[in-house]
């Protein structure tokens, strides 16, 4: 059974730089053609893909969000890491993580819980 808990503070001031991170049972993040991504959901409005790191590190940005967004990974804990600088009200929204399997195109099997995070202004 794979299981994907994200964590970090639930609250965050304008300006400062999100931190979350993805701890992944069941499953290795280096297995061959899986992608652990974030995505978010503001209140009241669709999701939204943040991007990914994938199985060899590489990484993959939401345009519109690339030049706040970075990912990281530590294999030996098995997590995952999303950082979201310049943060302003409008990243407030529920994060979550997720892992995407595939080759050219992706399907989602599994995500966590989400977790909340509101940036005060």
Avoid: M
């Avoid at 992944?24 to 280096?30: D, F, L, R, Y």
């Avoid at 209140?43 to 519109?64: C, D, H, M, R």
């Avoid at 943060?87 to 979550?96: G, I, K, L, S």
């Amino acid at each position: 059974q794979v299981q994907l808990q994200e964590s970090g503070p639930g609250l965050v001031k304008s300006s400062q730089t999100l931190s979350l991170t993805c701890t992944v049972s069941g499953a290795s993040i280096t297995t061959n053609y899986y992608y652990w991504s974030w995505t978010r959901q503001p209140p009241g409005k669709g999701l939204e893909w943040v991007g990914a790191i994938g199985f060899s590190g590489g990484t993959y940005y939401n345009p519109s969000l690339e030049s706040r967004t970075s990912f990281s990974r530590d294999t030996s804990k098995n997590q995952f890491t999303l950082q979201l600088s310049s943060v302003t009200p409008e990243d407030t929204a529920t994060y979550y993580c997720a892992r995407a399997a595939g080759a050219s195109t992706w399907s989602y099997d599994y995500w966590g819980q989400g977790t909340q995070v509101t940036v005060s202004s």
